[in-house]
């Protein structure tokens, strides 16, 4: 069975930081590219980062310099680590396991970004 668990999200302060985990099984992690998605209210959900099997890391414009991805393969678990977070950067964030077509969600966990 497939599962895709993200925690670590919660209310900050604008300026402040957190730390979000995707701890993954029931699929070759070290297989599949990794994402973290956002959904903002009223928004289309969005692409923050990627990172390839390979380590190769991609970002939205809106958050490069700010978020760094990474991942553990010995613990199947996916990281963003997010920094100067700023009150748009509210929203669901969501992480997701990509396969050439194959991919799965994980539930998603709520970030909120206000003094």
């Known amino acids: 069975q497939v599962q895709l668990v993200e925690s670590g999200g919660g209310l900050v302060q604008p300026g402040g930081s957190l730390r979000l985990s995707c701890a993954t099984s029931?699929?070759?992690?070290?297989?599949?590219?990794m994402r973290w998605y956002r959904q903002a209210p009223g928004k289309e959900r969005e692409l923050v980062a990627q990172?390839?099997?390979?380590?190769?890391?991609v970002y939205a414009d809106s958050v490069k310099g700010r978020f760094t991805i990474s991942r553990d393969n010995a613990k199947n678990t996916v990281y963003l680590q997010m920094n100067s977070l700023k009150a748009e950067d509210t929203a669901v964030y969501y992480c997701?396991?990509?396969?050439?077509?194959?991919?799965?969600w994980g539930q998603g966990t709520q970030v909120t970004v206000s003094s």
């Open positions: 997701r396991a990509q396969w050439f077509v194959r991919g799965y």
């Open positions: 029931g699929f070759t992690f070290s297989s599949y590219d």
């Open positions: 990172i390839t099997t390979a380590g190769t890391t």
